[in-house]
């Protein structure tokens, strides 16, 4: 039950005289931070951003590629399929099981989706992590997609853009999905040796073995206005260090005024911003020799 049906249906009852229509729960959003109620339709065209505290709700893969190519038009990258469960891991129920059903909620085969389409009519690869499959978390299939996106932009000396949302490794493929960070980090060393752009767009959260590996090797870094951004959390660094840290620390706006991040963005500004790095980095691609990469 809920304030819809224990009191906005009984008000619309009594002032028509007859029972209210039945109002489809999905009509309204409550946002996770301020708990306002939004409706559906004033979510979506804020690009599922709270009007109210500006708080930057998960995007899906599919969502985010409608939302950064221009006039929505892509390509999805197919990817080879990975083993389902290499540990044949089990706790309170089978991987294989767990891994059913976040395919069936989100309709994805992992955490990692790849597009190629125009970005301010610059040709990119883009990778988008889905946070709300197992909480973004990297295994063997994302080390793997993430590669060979990455290869794809290579061959098709194109630049390559990913959004990130993890919270890390994925404890059910154990050290296979450690093993995922070197591997991240050769793919961007193909890009970095191919003279390819790099862009990382972190979102909420980006944290552990992601933002220890490709999520934090951009040439250029843009993080979502509000994103937790770190490797370990805030209570297991306060223990360790002894000492209080600000309320802040980790979000993306403190990030940046100490030199971590290029810039934070809006959600709402984030292709044209996208659109205007891509302009001047791409132009270095006619004369590689040139182009400089930190």
Known sequence: MSWLTDFVRPKIQALLGQPAPEIPIDLWVKCPKCEQMIFHRELQENFRVCPFCSYHMHLSPLERFNFLFDDAQYHILPLEKTHDDPLQFKDSKKYTDRLKEYR?????????????????????VVSVMDFNFMGGSMGVFVGHAFYEAADKAVKQNLPFVVVTASGGARMQEGILSLMQMPKTVMAVEKLAEAHLPYIVVLTDPTMGGVSAS????GD???AEAGALIGFAGLRVIEETIKQKLPPEFQRSEFLK????????????????????????LCGALVAPEKAVRT
């Not at 490709?214 to 090797?217: D, H």
């Not at 005024?257 to 001047?280: E, F, Q």
Request: aromatic share 2%.
């Open 257 to 280: 005024d100490h030199g971590m991040l290029d810039s934070v963005v809006h959600r709402k500004d984030l292709k044209k911003t996208l659109g205007k790095v891509l302009s001047v």
């Open 220 to 222: 250029v870094a843009i």
């Open 104 to 124: 069936a909620k989100t309709k994805q085969i992992d955490v990692l989706a790849v597009a190629v389409g125009d970005i301010g009519e610059q040709k990119t």
């Open 214 to 217: 490709f999520a934090m090797l």
